[in-house]
Nanobody, 120 residues
Framework: QVQLVESGGGLVQPGGSLRLSCAAS????????MGWYRQAPGKQRELVAT???????NYVDSVRGRVTISRDNARNTVFLQMNSLKPEDTGVYYC??????????????WGQGTQVTVSS
């Protein structure tokens, strides 16, 4: 059984910073791409950033330059460092990972989500 557990959300003022973490645990043979998505109230879930197992990154235009995704492969953990936060960054942030529980197949896993609120 594979689980993704996020932490690090909270309330922050505009211009502030937050660091989200997501740790994968359970029966894991290999973790491929990991990423963060967010869902604002009344909107669809959208991609924020992804990182491959080799460290190649991709960002949505609205966060590029303010957000950095990284990962610690030894700890099966992905991070999202968010700086210069804006009210429009508010939403539930979800961790996502393409994980191989064995050498034979992979599937998508999601965390439970962590709330990020940017407000004065």
């Amino acid at each position: 059984q594979v689980q993704l557990v996020e932490s690090g959300g909270g309330l922050v003022q505009p211009g502030g910073s937050l660091r989200l973490s997501c740790a994968a645990s359970g029966s894991i043979f290999r973790i491929n791409t990991m990423g963060w998505y967010r869902q604002a109230p009344g909107k669809q879930r959208e991609l924020v950033a992804t990182i491959t197992s080799e460290g190649s990154t991709n960002y949505v235009d609205s966060v590029r330059g303010r957000v950095t995704i990284s990962r610690d492969n030894a700890r099966n953990t992905v991070f999202l460092q968010m700086n210069s936060l804006k009210p429009e960054d508010t939403g539930v942030y979800y961790c996502n990972a393409d994980i191989m529980p064995s050498r034979w197949y992979s599937r998508d896993y999601w965390g439970q989500g962590t709330q990020v609120t940017v407000s004065s």
